[in-house]
């Protein structure tokens, strides 16, 4: 029996497609409940749901773990490494990535070790900065304004974390292998497309409603 080569190819996108869809699991309703304001909204894959195990109800916070592919981000993350994303909401105006950029910056002042800026790889927005930690050589920062908010990167053995508040709502803290650390925005770029991926529905949702009346 002959298979055409389209056939074939089709096959292999719905199977692959199939794949990728049992490895998410169907949404789950994340609610996650300040000490104050209005809840946050999120509908994520059950299958990036690292802790808790069980997310029902109102929860004060919540941890997912994604695999690099699902970014749709090829070349920016370390080839089959995940992203670790631990997100709270935000029960402050304080912003998770300016906060810890000027305590990073405090503690470096009133030691012996100094953050110092990098002028070669610093540049209208981004400020990056290398620092001694112990014995590896210079560890990696980065303060920079994204769309949704200020990011703070502490990057070091090629591993980085990240803090940020995604749009005044959810205090995020997320860990991942870049390939080159300099591409942090572009990295926040890919997460946050996500994060806009998990709001997406309760949006819709919410300006149907609004239209209705």
Known sequence: MKISIHAFALTLLVLGGCDRAATRGEPISVVLQPEKGEPVMLDIPRGYVEEPKNPEGAIPNVVLRIPEKEFGAAGVFFAESEVRIAMEPNASEADAGEERHAAALRKHRSSVEALKKSDDRSKKGLIAYLYPNGEEPDAEAYFFDSKSGDVFVDCRRSVCKAY?????????????????????????????RMMQSFAQSNSTEKDATTSDK
């Open 164 to 192: 940020k508040t995604w749009n005044k709502r959810v205090h995020m803290r997320f860990d991942f292998r870049p390939v080159e650390t300099a591409n942090v925005e572009t990295v926040d770029a890919a997460i946050d």
